[in-house]
């Protein structure tokens, strides 16, 4: 079992940064592939970043560039790292824990934190 604890979002305006982390609980941290994931209200949940159990880095295309994703497997911690804000970046930020093949897509994902909400004003 894993349990995951995001921090790190708030209100910030269009160009600002903010980090988002993301601490597991547990001994098998660097068992598991980390993702963060996004849901805009009304919209479905989607994919934003992945950090593999082999240090692997994968983004969705709307963030390469401004996001980046990192962890530190002495904390068990996994961050977010993102820069040059856009109002469509507004969403609740998930983090996740899991083994599965496709890390883009949720079902990959066995442990899912609370959400941390993001709000990004224009």
């Known amino acids: 079992q894993v349990q995951l604890v995001e921090s790190g979002g708030g209100l910030v305006q269009a160009g600002g940064s903010l980090r988002l982390s993301c601490a597991a609980s547990?001994?098998?941290?660097?068992?598991?592939?980390m993702g963060w994931f996004r849901q805009a209200p009304g919209q479905e949940r989607e994919f934003v970043a992945a950090?593999?159990?082999?240090?692997?880095?994968y983004y969705t295309d709307s963030v390469k560039g401004r996001f980046t994703i990192s962890r530190d497997n002495v904390k068990n911690t996994v961050y977010l790292q993102m820069n040059s804000l856009k109002p469509e970046d507004t969403a609740v930020y998930y983090c996740a824990a899991g083994g599965g093949l496709v890390i883009t897509t949720a079902s990959a994902y066995d442990y899912w934190g609370q959400g941390t909400q993001v709000t990004v004003s224009s």
């Open positions: 950090v593999k159990r082999s240090g692997g880095t």
């Open positions: 547990g001994r098998t941290f660097t068992r598991y592939h």
